[in-house]
């Protein structure tokens, strides 16, 4: 029986109705018509780790990947939401499998953590969105938890709360935290803990999908921190230290994802015959070191960057290709000989502010790293994937650094691209969500 609105008045429950069709129509405003269209499929398996390879459903994973940093901080704002979806169709297009992206935003505009484990909850639900989308076009997510640099907050955020609070820094100021490394490991380390940020993040139930993060196999794997380096303790004792500990947390909620740590990828004092490969005597004294790092038990793969611009300002293009790809090549074989465990390159890029620069370089610089990780995929060796540095779509120029790209705006480069996808998809078999676009892509690959 329907009743009235006279009737719903009477039994006390019209301001509920009311109440809720407020809310719903909050909703459908801040997330336009996906809610209604959100569909369960495509069903989507665990990526699991066996020896030196990533493996998804039996058969072996090696990714196409990109970097697309601001997925969630554009799925904030109504305005911009819509770019999510047209980088998440047109990644799936072109063949790619996996989108590394932020899952945090400390203390900034847009921030996911706006104070010591306060969140706000319209932010969360971007990320909600993000994560939903990249489901519907067969895309996994590897999230990255926090940011060893200042942009979007990071390890000096958490280091400003822990000073405002008391917390023994070893510094006299916010400013001087900000401006130079003065041990903050420690305290970053304990303020991480003490707000859990991590299980905060693994535990939170999707508001679109219902599906909790640490649940659902839409995300690749977790991230524990971009780019960390400790200048302030070079034996590397510190850093080592912190990514045993947070490991160890991430693994005692989530033991179904894959976890790196979001390494550069340099040698260390612990790894001296190493220390040739290198791009200077400089990246030894870090506080980070690729091969000690990545051997704790706790995390699943190697993450390694590339970038010869920010190494090697006086080289030739030529020369910065040489060297990349002996840097390339010597992390596979560490994760092939040594550390047993699959190595992803999980940033390259080539900057656009190169003297003379042409967009055909960028084209020989991606093309060197996709035959090295296709001819380790051919091999059935550790080079498991790799992730350009960065794409956009149109219209996104404040997101724009030297190395971002709209893909589509340069057939060649497109082409190049979409060709990796192939090329892998023949080692490997055809994923289901890649069936239609591959067919027009690559119709030799079945």
Same mark, same amino acid.
């Given at each position: 029986?329907?009743?009235?609105?006279?009737?719903?008045?009477?039994?006390?429950?019209?301001?509920?109705?009311?109440?809720?069709?407020?809310?719903?129509?909050?909703?459908?405003?801040?997330?336009? &018509? #996906? @809610?209604?269209?959100?569909?369960?499929? $495509?069903?989507? *398996?665990?990526?699991?780790?066996?020896?030196?390879?990533?493996?998804?459903?039996?058969?072996?994973? /090696?990714?196409?990947? =990109?970097? +697309?940093? =601001?997925?969630?901080?554009?799925?904030?704002?109504?305005?911009?939401?819509?770019?999510?979806?047209?980088?998440?169709?047109?990644?799936?297009?072109?063949?790619?499998?996996?989108?590394?992206?932020?899952?945090?935003?400390?203390?900034?505009?847009?921030?996911?953590?706006?104070? $010591?484990?306060? /969140?706000?909850?319209?932010?969360?639900?971007?990320?909600?969105?993000?994560?939903?989308?990249?489901?519907?076009?067969?895309?996994?997510?590897?999230?990255?938890?926090?940011?060893?640099?200042?942009?979007?907050?990071?390890?000096?955020?958490?280091?400003? =709360?822990? @000073?405002?609070?008391?917390?023994?820094?070893?510094?006299?100021?916010?400013?001087?935290?900000?401006?130079?490394?003065?041990?903050p490991w420690p305290v970053f380390a304990r303020k991480m803990l003490s707000v859990k940020p991590m299980e905060t993040l693994l535990t939170r139930k999707n508001t679109i999908t219902g599906i909790q993060y640490k649940d659902d196999p839409t995300i690749f794997g977790w991230e524990l921190i971009n780019e960390?380096?400790?200048?302030t303790d070079p034996s590397g004792d510190t850093l080592q230290d912190w990514i045993e500990e947070m490991s160890m947390f991430v693994k005692s909620i989530d033991k179904k994802h894959l976890l790196t740590v979001g390494l550069e990828g340099f040698y260390g004092p612990k790894s001296p015959k190493k220390s040739?490969?290198?791009?200077?005597? %400089?990246?030894?004294?870090?506080?980070?070191?690729?091969?000690?790092?990545?051997?704790?038990?706790?995390?699943?793969?190697?993450?390694?960057?590339?970038?010869?611009?920010? %190494?090697?300002?006086?080289?030739?293009? !030529?020369?910065?290709?040489?060297?990349?790809?002996? @840097?390339?090549?010597?992390?596979?074989?560490?994760?092939? !000989?040594?550390?047993?465990?699959?190595?992803?390159?999980?940033? #390259?890029?080539?900057?656009?502010?190169?003297?003379?620069? !042409?967009?055909?370089?960028?084209?020989?610089?991606?093309?060197?790293?996709? &035959?090295?990780?296709?001819?380790?995929?051919?091999?059935?060796? +550790?080079?498991?994937? +790799?992730?350009? @540095?960065?794409?956009?779509?149109?219209?996104? !120029?404040?997101?724009?650094?030297?190395?971002?790209?709209?893909? %589509?705006?340069?057939?060649?480069?497109?082409?190049?691209?979409?060709?990796? +996808?192939?090329?892998?998809?023949?080692?490997?078999?055809?994923?289901? *969500?890649?069936?239609?676009?591959?067919?027009?892509?690559?119709?030799?690959?079945?």
């Amino acid at each position: 029986m329907v009743k009235s609105p006279r009737m719903a008045i009477g039994n006390g429950v019209f301001y509920p109705i009311v109440g809720f069709a407020t809310c719903m129509a909050f909703i459908y405003m801040s997330f336009g &018509d #996906f @809610w209604v269209n959100y569909r369960k499929e $495509p069903e989507l *398996s665990f990526v699991q780790r066996n020896g030196t390879h990533f493996t998804l459903d039996g058969g072996m994973f /090696y990714i196409n990947g =990109w970097n +697309s940093y =601001w997925l969630m901080d554009q799925a904030a704002d109504e305005y911009s939401r819509p770019r999510v979806r047209e980088m998440l169709q047109a990644g799936a297009k072109m063949g790619l499998t996996v989108c590394r992206t932020w899952a945090f935003n400390d203390c900034r505009y847009n921030a996911l953590q706006i104070s $010591p484990g306060r /969140y706000d909850e319209r932010v969360f639900k971007a990320l909600d969105h993000v994560i939903a989308e990249a489901r519907q076009h067969g895309i996994r997510l590897l999230l990255c938890i926090v940011n060893n640099l200042k942009a979007y907050g990071g390890k000096t955020q958490y280091v400003k =709360w822990a @000073w405002e609070e008391g917390v023994d820094t070893i510094a006299d100021a916010p400013n001087s935290i900000a401006t130079k490394d003065v041990h903050p490991w420690p305290v970053f380390a304990r303020k991480m803990l003490s707000v859990k940020p991590m299980e905060t993040l693994l535990t939170r139930k999707n508001t679109i999908t219902g599906i909790q993060y640490k649940d659902d196999p839409t995300i690749f794997g977790w991230e524990l921190i971009n780019e960390p380096r400790c200048q302030t303790d070079p034996s590397g004792d510190t850093l080592q230290d912190w990514i045993e500990e947070m490991s160890m947390f991430v693994k005692s909620i989530d033991k179904k994802h894959l976890l790196t740590v979001g390494l550069e990828g340099f040698y260390g004092p612990k790894s001296p015959k190493k220390s040739t490969v290198n791009p200077g005597d %400089w990246a030894a004294n870090l506080g980070s070191d690729f091969i000690r790092n990545s051997q704790i038990s706790t995390i699943d793969f190697a993450s390694v960057h590339i970038y010869p611009d920010h %190494w090697f300002h006086d080289q030739e293009l !030529e020369e910065k290709l040489k060297y990349i790809k002996k @840097w390339t090549v010597s992390h596979i074989e560490d994760c092939d !000989e040594e550390l047993k465990k699959p190595v992803m390159f999980t940033e #390259f890029g080539l900057s656009n502010l190169n003297k003379g620069f !042409e967009p055909s370089q960028r084209d020989q610089f991606y093309k060197v790293i996709y &035959d090295i990780i296709y001819k380790s995929a051919k091999r059935k060796k +550790s080079g498991a994937g +790799s992730f350009v @540095w960065q794409f956009l779509v149109g219209g996104m !120029e404040e997101y724009n650094d030297d190395f971002g790209i709209v893909p %589509w705006d340069r057939p060649l480069t497109y082409q190049l691209i979409t060709k990796h +996808s192939c090329k892998l998809a023949a080692v490997q078999g055809v994923l289901p *969500s890649q069936k239609d676009h591959l067919k027009e892509l690559c119709p030799r690959t079945r």
